[in-house]
Each structure stands twice: as structure tokens, then as C-alpha cells.
Nanobody, 115 residues
Framework: QVQLVESGGGLVQAGGSLRLSCAASGSILNINTIRWYRQAPGKQREYVAG???????DYTDSVKGRFTVSRDEVKNTVYLQMNSLKSEDTGVYYCKAVLRGPDYWGRGTQVTVSS
């Protein structure tokens, strides 16, 4: 099993920045990819960004050039650096660990961007 804990959310003004963290524990050697998702009120959860075990990153179009996903292998933590935040970035941000078996989700961290 894998446990994921997100942190770093908060309230920020439009144009500001936040860095989210996703700390992994448990069977972390089996993790192939860590992905970030977000869910705005009344909307479906959507994919934001991801990073593979090999360090390959991927982003949804709406965050390209503003968000950066990275990892610290020593700390078993994946980060999502979010710059130039917009009101539409508001939502609960979740990280998900993709393994050969079932996926694991964290409980999320709230990001609120005020305009």
C-alpha cells in the first residue's frame, strides 16, 4: 500500500504563487507515476500534471508555463509549483500514485485564488 499526504494549500491572490507537496510513504518503490488532480466546486475532478519514475513531466494545457511538477527522491515527495495563479485554479488538489495494481489517492489540499 501507499499513503499520500498533500500539503501547502491556502488562500492566495490572483497572480500569486503556491507550492503544493505530496509526501508518499509505504510501498513507494512500486510507484510508476504521481499525478496531480484538482476539483472545483460543482465540477468533476480534472487532471493537472504528472511526473513519472523516470522524471518525465506532463501538464494539462491550462497550466502549461505556469505550473511545474518536480520530485525529491530523498524526501519521497512530489511538488507542484503554481505560479501566476488565476481564480479558475481554485479547487481541492489531490495527488494520486499510479502503480501496476490499484491507484492510491491523498485526501487533498484546498487552494483558493481570490480575484
Amino acid at each position: 500500500q501507499v499513503q499520500l499526504v498533500e500539503s501547502g494549500g491556502g488562500l492566495v491572490q490572483a497572480g500569486g504563487s503556491l507550492r503544493l507537496s505530496c509526501a508518499a510513504s509505504g510501498s513507494i518503490l512500486n510507484i510508476n507515476t504521481i499525478r496531480w488532480y484538482r476539483q472545483a466546486p460543482g465540477k468533476q475532478r480534472e487532471y493537472v500534471a504528472g511526473i513519472t519514475k523516470g522524471g518525465i513531466t506532463d501538464y494539462t494545457d491550462s497550466v502549461k508555463g505556469r505550473f511545474t511538477v518536480s520530485r525529491d527522491e530523498v524526501k519521497n515527495t512530489v511538488y507542484l509549483q503554481m505560479n501566476s495563479l488565476k481564480s479558475e485554479d481554485t479547487g481541492v488538489y489531490y495527488c494520486k500514485a499510479v502503480l501496476r495494481g490499484p491507484d492510491y489517492w491523498g485526501r487533498g489540499t484546498q487552494v483558493t485564488v481570490s480575484s
